[in-house]
């Protein structure tokens, strides 16, 4: 167990509609990156926050968006889903200065 | 900007010795990780080199030639259970936000 709480899990929804993915860091990181995962590919970075402001910005579509509350926990926004936005996003913690990212478990979104 | 290449798949016998190469290109370079990551989930840490040289941790060491932008990771004593994808990771600027930026993955197959 990272200590990387992702909610939910599964997720099955539809084209068009919009999602929310929630990830909860470990206690006392205060860093939240958040990783695009599709079938038999690699890693793609998202977006990173730091105590609530947006730190670094990856290939992230402008359907999508995020934020950082100030209890730290992060939510990925999905919208005008895709059947091409199936896939396992993962949100990673770390402390300050950084050492390895701890990953949660992945919310496997399928989109029909 | 960064660019990572490791090799797709590699395929080994249960006890034998594997070595994972990564060659990477960076602007500025602030770390290297190797994480494992198994079908479905998620990625775990196995090892960081931030200078020249090896670090060996049980079974599992890592190298690293900043020079060359060169990388590898050993497996030793291979076993059924270390068949998984392995993930070369370069981490970014404190500037870029510390954020990962990973590779394709390696995907082992380890054989009876």
């Known amino acids: 167990d990272s200590g990387v709480t992702q909610t939910p899990k599964h997720l099955i929804t539809a084209t068009g509609q919009r999602v929310t993915l929630r990830c909860s860091p470990r206690?006392?990181?205060?860093?939240v990156y958040w990783y695009q995962q599709s079938l038999d590919q690699g890693l793609q970075f998202l977006i990173q926050y730091y105590n609530g402001e947006e730190r670094a910005k990856g290939n992230i579509l402008e359907r999508f968006s995020a934020q950082q509350f100030p209890d730290l926990h992060s939510e990925l926004n999905l919208s005008s889903l895709e059947l091409g936005d199936s896939a396992l996003y993962f949100c990673?913690?770390?402390?300050?200065?950084?050492?390895?990212?701890?990953f949660g478990e992945g919310s496997r979104l399928t989109v029909l | 900007g960064q660019n990572i290449d490791q090799p797709t798949e590699m395929t080994a016998t249960e006890g034998a010795i594997v070595q994972i190469n990564c060659t990477y290109q960076?602007?500025?370079?602030?770390?290297l990780f190797w994480y494992q990551q198994h079908a479905g989930e998620a990625p775990t840490f196995l090892s960081y080199?931030?200078?020249?040289g090896l670090e060996e941790k049980g079974r599992f060491s890592s190298f690293l030639s900043r020079s060359k932008g060169y990388s590898y990771l050993l497996l030793k004593e291979l076993q059924m259970k270390d068949s998984a994808s392995y993930l070369c990771?370069?981490?970014?600027?404190?500037?870029?936000?510390?954020?990962?930026?990973f590779g394709g993955g390696t995907r082992v197959l380890v054989k009876p």
């Open positions: 206690s006392g990181d205060l860093s």
């Open positions: 990771a370069l981490r970014a600027s404190e500037a870029a936000g510390n954020k990962l930026t």
């Open positions: 960076t602007s500025g370079f602030n770390g």
């Open positions: 080199n931030v200078l020249d």
């Open positions: 990673a913690s770390s402390v300050v200065p950084p050492g390895e990212l701890f």
